[in-house]
């Protein structure tokens, strides 16, 4: 490993991924994990795995966990390889797949998987794939966002392949699950816990990678994400200070979005702090100051530098987006846009932000105006995901007092034997994002 003060992020992050390819494509366990940062290059990791194993004449299905993140790995497959036969294993609803996989000539769907099993690939999601039955098994398998995936929908596939390589982000929230989970808690077959999680418990002897270096997050942000989400797996910036810039053309008003606007621009981080209250969850004046950041940053003729461009790019709507715990909250935040006359502009919540990327990302802490702080509200992936999507600049919005907030209510979820602890637990992981943003806090009374 390079020092720090040698530390190459190019010849780090290939270094990386040969070493998770040999083991793929020519180790002799059943199974491979990669833990991935944000913005650390998964996709490109799973394209590059395929096109190998495809190449190698070695039949592979991949498993993802929404039918978006399906169809996205098949435009990108088909991006880097046009004559590669890919298959596009989908459900018989209407809208069960992007049309625009249709226009793609190598592209094959069929909600059949006997239509498609000849393909070199074959994708579709872990829900599509539970209905599969086959006489023989893929000879590989790869599972993408294998920790958004709970345990018992990889037992449902894992007949259907004989080794497998299991990709995805430890920070992110864990997998969803719309019924209590108690009873199985520290169990060793807990239906409810990751894929990952379950899958080394009971084989711990199996590779484990990660991947070392975020090609998203900008200089000023991975320091503080690396530290507060992944303590144990840390991970570098892949640019350094003063390789992107955010600059605005029209100078500021001096008012409170515009001064907080200025602040993220300068450092990456910005805090728009309003007076102390308890508030509705779709606080008004929370979401009103949220709508006039996204407006000022659109009437402020924004422009970005970067190590991708040689030229500056446009800061446009669909560059911002806006994060949120909760639905209403997004509902509430799109209608105040919407009367400001933004448009473009992606609102929603942590869930369904996880895997974009944006140049500015502007939260609604999930803490703020709540007089207590629930697991829900804690839980450490939901700001992680809130914090990690920026490629510049990252702006929070909250009521003050969320230090006293969390003070008042320390955790008091049971101790369960048998499960793993999560660190860092919410608790610490909301102190430490909220230190740095105290040092870049605007407060302001709208």
């Not at 949220?290 to 000022?296: A, D, K, T």
């Not at 490629?391 to 969320?402: E, F, L, Q, T, Y």
Request: hydrophobic content about 40%; charged content about 25%.
């Amino acid at each position: 490993m390079s020092t720090p003060d040698t530390f190459d992020p190019g010849a780090e992050a290939s270094r990386a991924t040969e070493g998770i390819l040999r083991d793929t494509l020519h180790g002799d366990a059943r199974g491979v994990v990669v833990d991935s940062p944000p913005g650390a290059g998964k996709s490109t990791l799973v394209v590059r795995a395929a096109l190998e194993l495809a190449d190698a004449g070695r039949p592979l299905m991949i498993v993802a966990q929404t039918n978006a993140q399906v169809d996205d790995l098949v435009v990108r497959l088909h991006d880097k390889s046009p004559e590669l036969p890919v298959g596009r294993l989908h459900s018989s609803d209407a809208d069960a797949y992007d049309k625009a996989l249709d226009d793609l000539p190598n592209v094959r769907t069929s909600a059949k998987a006997g239509d498609l099993a000849p393909l070199p690939v074959v994708i579709s999601t872990a829900a599509k794939w539970a209905h599969v039955k086959v006489d023989e098994p893929w000879r590989h398998a790869i599972v993408d966002e294998a920790y958004q995936m709970r345990s018992d929908a990889l037992l449902a596939v894992a007949g259907l392949f004989e080794r497998a390589l299991f990709v995805g982000d430890p920070g992110q929230l864990d997998p969803f699950s719309i019924v209590g989970s108690e009873q199985w808690a520290g169990l060793s077959y807990d239906p409810s816990a990751s894929a990952v999680s379950t899958l080394l418990a009971h084989n711990p002897e199996l590779p484990q990678h990660r991947l070392p270096v975020s090609w998203r997050l900008p200089a000023t942000a991975a320091p503080l994400v690396s530290k507060a989400f992944y303590p144990f797996t840390e991970f570098r910036s892949g640019t350094d200070e003063g390789d992107r810039a955010l600059d605005f053309r029209v100078p500021s008003d001096g008012s409170g979005p515009d001064l907080v606007i200025d602040e993220a621009a300068r450092s990456g981080w910005g805090l728009l702090e309003l007076p102390a209250a308890h508030t509705p969850r779709t606080d008004p004046e929370a979401v009103r100051a949220v709508s006039l950041v996204v407006r000022r940053l659109l009437d402020r003729d924004g422009v970005t530098y970067s190590e991708r461009e040689p030229r500056e790019g446009a800061l446009t709507a669909d560059r911002i987006c806006v994060g949120t715990a909760h639905r209403d909250q997004a509902a509430a935040v799109r209608a105040a846009l919407a009367e400001l006359d933004v448009t473009g502009v992606t609102v929603d919540t942590a869930n369904r932000l996880q895997g974009m990327e944006f140049d500015v990302t502007v939260v609604l802490h999930p803490l703020s105006g709540r007089p207590d702080a629930t697991a829900f509200h804690l839980e450490t992936g939901r700001l992680c995901v809130l914090a990690s999507r920026h490629r510049h600049a990252c702006i929070v919005i909250s009521r003050a007092g969320i230090p006293d907030l969390l003070d008042a209510h320390p955790s008091t979820d049971p101790v369960q034997l048998g499960v793993t602890v999560k660190f860092p637990d919410g608790w610490e992981a909301n102190h430490a994002v909220l230190d740095r943003l105290s040092r870049h806090r605007v407060t302001w009374r709208p």
